[in-house]
């Protein structure tokens, strides 16, 4: 079975860091791309990132552009996700998920449990 299970998340005060973490199992992790959506209380999901098989392609929400870096190590079947200068607006609960090909424009297949990212002061 699939699993996708995202861990990292916290209380950080605004202009903070946290680095999320997606430990993968239960399929062939270097061949396939992976993203990062999050929900905060009360909204839609919304897609933040995205990264292909082999980690060359990348892709950003503008709203966390240049700020947060996806990338992943497929020796440890992990994908991570670098947050810097977090805001207030990026709180939300974080999940991983696993695209349905190689490539960051393939549709999700799975979605893990996410993790609570809160940004207060």
């Known amino acids: 079975d699939v699993q996708l299970q995202a861990s990292g998340g916290g209380l950080v005060q605004p202009g903070g860091y946290l680095r999320l973490s997606c430990a993968a199992s239960g399929f062939t992790f270097g061949s396939y791309a992976m993203s990062w959506v999050r929900q905060a209380p009360g909204k839609e999901r919304e897609w933040v990132s995205a990264?292909?098989?082999?980690?060359?392609?990348?892709r950003y929400a503008d709203s966390v552009k240049g700020r947060f870096t996806i990338y992943r190590d497929n020796a440890r079947n992990t994908l991570y996700l670098q947050m810097n200068s977090l805001k207030p607006e990026d709180t939300a609960v974080y999940y991983c998920?696993?695209?349905?090909?190689?490539?960051?424009?393939?549709?999700?297949?799975?979605r893990g449990k996410g993790t609570q990212v809160t940004v207060s002061s």
């Open positions: 990264i292909s098989m082999g980690g060359v392609t990348t």
């Open positions: 998920e696993k695209k349905r090909g190689s490539t960051v424009y393939y549709d999700m297949d799975y």
